[in-house]
């Protein structure tokens, strides 16, 4: 006789969506191994770490939490709204925002400092302000996107227990198994440096990639996509999977130095690279997202996640 937690183990490997991501996964697995002679053990470390210890330990901590109901249900011809943003914000990550810069003076854009400034500015805009006034419009409000109105609501001790875990691993694993620790230990930083800097850039990440995306990946696409397609697990992987294929333009743009990779590579390298690694990362978040509801939450872990790979370039550009 199966208990729950096997049953609920079958019925995840079973389920169409689980498995269609795992074909497109192994098949981007394949195109960097095959096609662009990526090392196996680096992208088995990846998968691992990310593609089963984080999700795993994620699923173990929001376990004992009450399955969430409150997502509001869909309205008229939101399935074709959702495609439209989806479309919208294609369009912005791949030329928008280049045709948004030509108006900017190049001042803002070439001094560092402005610049992130700047590109926060326009993120906000884009991700976060532009699609809640268009969900404002159907009746939604911020505590349906997961901005909680009491402290009581966000700190309590499970959200501060899921916190504390999922950072503490994430900096573990960036620093000894990414590349941003190397660049780290390159730079032989001072103990001053590093521990004015530790605080500024995560309170920097918490806005600029916290708040920003995890605005539109998961309180907004995930949630929406979770109650369209009637899956909790189809919101966490479709989401996962488009957050990852997001990130392609901009690394094939501007390469990937904090991932160790500094020469030229084509489109089709970065979008397989994509969906193998930030895709992960979408899919632990987007589990704890399910059940907590928490933006705050999923917004400090993700801002948590970017801080080794980004430390380096935080303490240049800002001249700790």
């Known amino acids: 006789m199966l208990n729950n937690r096997s049953m609920q183990f079958r019925d995840l ?3 169409k969506f689980v498995i269609a991501f795992l074909l497109i996964y192994c098949s981007a697995i394949a195109v960097l191994q095959f096609s662009f ?4 053990g680096e992208l088995l470390n990846v998968t691992l770490i990310f593609g089963i210890i984080f999700p795993f330990i994620s699923w173990v901590l929001v376990a004992g939490m009450p399955r969430r109901t409150d997502s509001k249900p869909s309205f008229k011809n939101e399935a074709l709204v959702l495609v439209a943003i989806i479309l919208f914000i294609t369009w912005y990550i791949t030329y928008g925002t280049g045709w948004i810069n030509s108006f900017i003076p190049n001042k803002i854009l070439s001094i560092e400092w402005l610049n992130d400034i700047y590109i926060l500015a326009k993120k906000s805009i884009v991700f976060v302000l532009l699609l809640f006034s268009l969900y404002k419009a159907f ?9 909680k109105g009491t402290l009581s609501e966000i700190f309590t001790r499970k959200i501060i227990l899921i916190f504390i875990v ?3 691993m994430a900096i573990v694993a960036q620093y000894y198994f990414g590349h941003g620790g190397e660049e780290l230990q390159k730079n032989h930083f001072s103990s001053i440096q590093l521990l004015a800097s530790f605080p500024l850039c995560f309170i920097w990440l918490f806005f600029e990639v916290g708040l920003v995306e995890e605005f539109f990946f998961r309180a907004l696409l995930q949630s929406k996509i979770s109650v369209l397609l009637k899956s909790n697990i189809a919101g966490i992987l479709v989401s996962g999977l488009i957050f990852g294929l997001a990130h392609a333009p901009g690394l094939y743009l501007r ?3 904090s991932e160790g990779i500094t020469e030229p590579l084509p489109f089709f390298f970065w979008a397989a690279f994509s969906i193998t690694a930030m ?3 979408g899919i632990f978040l987007g589990i704890v997202w399910s059940k907590t509801r928490n933006i705050y939450l999923v917004a400090a872990i993700h801002a948590m996640v970017d801080l080794i790979p980004n430390l380096t370039d935080f303490i240049h550009t800002w001249s700790i």
């Open 166 to 168: 999922l950072t503490v």
């Open 37 to 40: 002679q990526k090392p196996f």
């Open 139 to 147: 009746g939604f409000t911020l505590y349906d996107f997961g901005f």
């Open 13 to 15: 490997f079973i389920n």
């Open 279 to 281: 895709s992960l990362a």
């Open 255 to 257: 390469g990937a130095g």
